[in-house]
Nanobody, 116 residues
Framework: QVQLVESGGGLVQPGGSLRLSCVAS????????MMWYRQAPGKERELVAQ????????IYPDSVKGRFTISRDNLRNTVYLQMNSLKPEDTAVYYC?????????WGQGTQVIVST
């Protein structure tokens, strides 16, 4: 059974940091491109970070570049998202996504709230 389980979300003040984790099971994790998406209320889901199967390259949109860092540990079947200098506009549900060929798996999401 394929599972992606996110954790690490919560309430943080502006300027603070959070580290999200996503533990994968039920598929060959190391083959998959891993991504983090987010969805704020009333907005479309957007990509915030992507990492290739062997961590050769990463992609970030301008909105998070320099503040967010994606990494993966293929031995632990885990992908991380380090988020620094958080802003209120980073408030959203963050989702882990795994893709390879026609496979496209999603986690259940973890809530991040950036507020005073």
């Amino acid at each position: 059974q394929v599972q992606l389980v996110e954790s690490g979300g919560g309430l943080v003040q502006p300027g603070g940091s959070l580290r999200l984790s996503c533990v994968a099971s039920g598929f060959s994790f190391s083959r998959y491109v891993m991504m983090w998406y987010r969805q704020a209320p009333g907005k479309e889901r957007e990509l915030v970070a992507q990492i290739t199967s062997v961590s050769v390259s990463t992609i970030y949109p301008d909105s998070v570049k320099g503040r967010f860092t994606i990494s993966r540990d293929n031995l632990r079947n885990t992908v991380y998202l380090q988020m620094n200098s958080l802003k209120p506009e980073d408030t959203a549900v963050y989702y882990c996504n795994a893709r390879w060929l026609r496979d496209n798996y999603w986690g259940q999401g973890t809530q991040v709230i950036v507020s005073t």
